[in-house]
């Protein structure tokens, strides 16, 4: 039976106006943030709102071998929810439940949810969701759990794995589990909760998460360092984190400060080379410690100026500049968006090293960095109506996760692998290792159709 003949039989089963085929509408499902042009069209969409709903879909996937691709808020910097030609696009944005639950410090989540909703909901309870990446106030949880997203506080609280308590997971042939609970300890079976964690959609459907919630955050102290040098701003990286663990130190480049200063006109330097910016929220007398030893090391490695504020406006700023730097380079031009890190101590190799990228192949490539866990993004602008410009940007593209593999690092620390990234996994992670995902995805989805074309 031709797909356009068995849809019916979807929309029928489901409620009316939840399967979609406006092409218009569909024009819009094409792509994800990662703006892919080899983004196919999809068959149809379908906007569920419960877990049943999406077990139907599955079920018809299928019994009619149609593949299907799960998105978020469509905030992908990889490609993980670009459309396929013929497929199903799922969308969770209709799926928003949520609940808080205080005597657990727990909040029980459908996907759709963007992860700053889930923020404001746990603060009403006097309780704090830590995961910030960059985007939360446009990214989704479910989006966040497919790529086990991280952010700017995550050097020292973690990231979205580490609040993931539980799951409900739709599988390819329909079948809905449960994983993990409430519960902060849970030893029985193999962890299989942590297994659809960072599995970007290619194992199953997550249709409601159970995330960890912390007391609020006490009130962090900002440190600011001005450097005339990448280097000696990487270097500072290195000495403050062998000695504490900030709950921020974030890493900006001249191109990108200079980017988001014309963003947001907020005095940023315009002459320096490298910016960071270091947060303590340590209590008392370690707090202050930690500060004081922010700025000496700071200062020691060369920064033209140092300042400290303990004002929380103040300190939110600085951390929404850094916030701003997709989009603001985004204004330069076309982006090819990298997400590499390596262990700390490459930290500076690593940042040298793509600058050297820049230059071989004359691209322009800002870098941002969660400097603090080695986690760097660097930003490769070109023009994609220049075709010499967009090969020598795509060559770029490559050899910074070459450079990152060679340096015992990863292709992505937060972002996922997608369909971007994919042919320099196997660089990564080896045969075996890849040999091992491909024996699990078989497992699970043995007829491939779950977000074909992404990892594997």
């Not at 943030?33 to 999809?42: E, F, K, L, S, V």
């Not at 799960?70 to 949520?98: C, F, P």
């Not at 062998?242 to 006109?265: C, G, K, T, W, Y």
Request: hydrophobic residues 45%; negative net charge; contains cysteine.
């Amino acid at each position: 039976m031709s797909l356009s003949a068995s849809l019916p039989d979807l929309v029928a089963a489901l409620p009316t106006g939840m399967v979609v085929t406006d092409a218009d509408i569909l024009a819009g499902y094409r792509q994800d943030r990662a703006q892919d042009p080899a983004a196919g069209t999809p068959a149809a969409l379908v906007r569920p709102t419960t877990t049943a709903e999406v077990q139907t879909t599955l079920r018809w996937c299928a019994a009619h071998a149609v593949p299907l691709v799960t998105r978020g808020a469509g905030t992908s910097l990889s490609g993980g929810s670009t459309a396929v030609d013929g497929a199903l696009v799922l969308s969770t944005e209709r799926m928003r439940g949520l609940s808080i639950d205080s005597a657990t410090r727990t909040a029980t989540v459908q996907p759709g949810l963007l992860n700053a909703e889930v923020k404001a909901a746990a603060a009403e309870h006097g309780l704090w969701y830590p995961p910030d990446p960059s985007s939360f106030e446009i990214c989704s949880i479910g989006g966040n759990v497919a790529t086990n997203a991280g952010g700017l506080c995550c050097v020292k609280y973690g990231v979205t794995a580490d609040y993931v308590l539980g799951l409900e997971v739709v599988l390819a042939d329909g079948r809905a589990v449960r994983l993990g609970g409430k519960q902060i300890k849970d030893s029985a079976g193999l962890s299989l909760t942590r297994l659809f964690v960072g599995s970007e959609g290619v194992l199953g459907v997550v249709t409601e998460v159970t995330l960890r919630l912390l007391p609020p955050q006490p009130s962090a102290c900002t440190v600011v360092g001005i450097f005339p040098s990448v280097s000696a701003a990487s270097a500072a990286v290195l000495a403050v984190t062998e000695q504490i663990r900030p709950a921020m130190l974030e890493f900006m480049d001249a191109v990108s400060l200079n980017a988001v200063e014309d963003l947001l006109h907020m005095g940023l330097p315009r002459d320096a080379a490298a910016l960071l910016i270091g947060q303590s929220d340590a209590s008392g007398a370690a707090g202050q410690a930690e500060v004081a030893l922010m700025q000496q090391v700071f200062e020691s490695h060369g920064a033209t100026e140092v300042f400290a504020t303990d004002d929380p406006a103040e300190g939110e700023a600085f951390a929404a500049a850094r916030r701003a730097a997709i989009p603001a380079v985004e204004k330069l031009g076309s982006l090819l968006l990298e997400d590499v890190g390596v262990p700390l101590p490459a930290l500076p190799a690593l940042i040298e090293g793509v600058a050297a990228i820049s230059d071989t192949q004359r691209v322009t490539i800002a870098v941002v960095a969660h400097a603090g866990d080695g986690n760097t993004h660097p930003l490769i602008v070109f023009d994609p109506a220049d075709a010499d410009q967009t090969q020598r940007a795509q060559l770029a593209f490559g050899q910074v996760m070459d450079l990152a593999i060679a340096l015992d690092g990863t292709i992505t620390g937060e972002h996922g692998v997608g369909r971007l990234k994919k042919g320099w996994l196997p660089d990564q992670v080896g045969a075996d290792v890849m040999q091992m995902t491909a024996a699990i995805k078989a497992a699970l989805d043995p007829d491939g159709l779950l977000n074909p074309g992404v990892i594997l």
